[in-house]
């Protein structure tokens, strides 16, 4: 099992920024990809930013130069700094873990916490 437990959210005014975290803890395996997820009521989930277990990082295209995701050495945490944040930012963002445990596929779920922008 795997827990996720996200920090950081909350109110911000355009322009500003917010850093999310989400720590990992229990069985994760060396090659667990992380992710960053958002959504808002009546649309799809969207991909923010991806890591996967080589540390390879990539983003949504609305995201590109905005925002940034980043792990620290142990794997087990990672962050979303986000800058320069506009209202369609407002959403649920939620930390994802995926990983394989011999052939079986695993995948995790924060609980979510709520970006809003607004002034």
């Known amino acids: 099992q795997v827990r996720l437990v996200e920090s950081g959210g909350g109110l911000v005014q355009p322009g500003g920024s917010l850093r999310l975290s989400c720590a990992a803890s229990g069985s994760i395996s060396g090659d667990a990809q992380m992710a960053w997820y958002r959504q808002t009521p009546g649309k799809q989930r969207e991909l923010v930013a991806h890591?996967?277990?080589?540390?390879?990082?990539s983003y949504g295209d609305p995201m590109k130069g905005r925002f940034t995701m980043s792990r620290d050495g142990t794997k087990n945490q990672v962050y979303l700094q986000m800058n320069s944040l506009k209202p369609e930012d407002t959403a649920v963002y939620s930390c994802?873990?995926?990983?394989?445990?011999?052939?079986?596929?695993?995948?995790?779920w924060g609980q979510g916490l709520q970006v809003t922008v607004s002034s």
């Open positions: 890591i996967n277990g080589a540390g390879a990082i």
């Open positions: 994802n873990l995926f990983q394989f445990v011999g052939t079986s596929a695993q995948e995790y």
